[in-house]
Antibody, heavy 121, light 108 residues
């Protein structure tokens, strides 16, 4: 059974930093593309970043480029998102969906339950 | 940047057909994925690559994509289909994933 468990969310002040983790199990993690997608309270889905599978390509949304860094540790089956210079508009539930076909255009096949990040003073 | 446009809301009576559109410039040349999100839950892919139905998704769900519009069709709508629906593409010109704004489906 595929499982994705996001963690690391919480309350942080504007300008602060936070690192999210996504622990994966039940599939060959290294073959999957992994992404971060967020959803602000009461709003729609917003893509944040993708780390492809075997190709090892990385992509970022314009809104986070230069502030957020995606990484993965295939030996630990874990995806990370280092978030710096956080802003109020980064407040959202952060999901780490997995794409079994491993490339950037493939659908988000599996989702975790998300972790809430709140940026506020 | 590439934009996907969905109607914010759609209301359908039980047993009828819901058609949720997703508009984008020449979207027919892209692969469209559709997600269902119920309150308090993570999204679930219901249609991938325009018209493929993942395992476990009822046959009542189907998709099409041509020209400037992709469509998610739900036949014989049930109360349990009430949810937010999002379309999504990969825009190769910008190397970005793009989501539509979402459509809230209400079953009357």
């Amino acid at each position: 059974e595929v499982q994705l468990l996001e963690s690391g969310g919480g309350l942080v002040q504007p300008g602060g930093s936070l690192r999210l983790s996504c622990a994966a199990s039940g599939f060959t993690f290294s073959n999957f593309a992994m992404s971060w997608v967020r959803q602000a309270p009461g709003k729609g889905l917003e893509w944040v970043s993708t780390f492809s599978g075997s190709g090892r390509l990385i992509y970022y949304a314009d809104s986070v480029k230069g502030r957020f860094t995606i990484s993965r540790d295939d030996s630990k089956n874990t995806l990370y998102l280092q978030m710096n210079s956080l802003r109020a508009e980064d407040t959202a539930v952060y999901y780490c969906p997995a794409s079994k076909e491993g490339y950037s255009g493939s659908p988000f096949d599996y989702w975790g339950q998300g972790t809430l990040v709140t940026v506020s003073s | 940047s590439y934009v996907l446009t969905q109607p914010p809301s759609l209301s359908v009576a039980p047993g009828k057909t819901a058609r949720i559109t997703c508009g984008g410039n020449n979207i027919g040349s892209k692969s469209v994925h559709w997600y269902q999100q119920k309150p308090g839950q993570a999204p679930l892919v219901v249609i991938s690559y325009d018209s493929d139905r993942p395992s476990g998704i009822p046959e009542r769900f189907s998709g099409s994509n041509s020209g400037n519009t992709a469509t998610l069709t739900i036949n014989r709508v049930e109360a349990g289909d009430e949810a937010d629906y999002y379309c999504q593409v990969w825009d190769s010109s910008s190397d970005h994933v793009v989501f539509g704004g979402g459509t809230r489906l209400t079953v009357l």
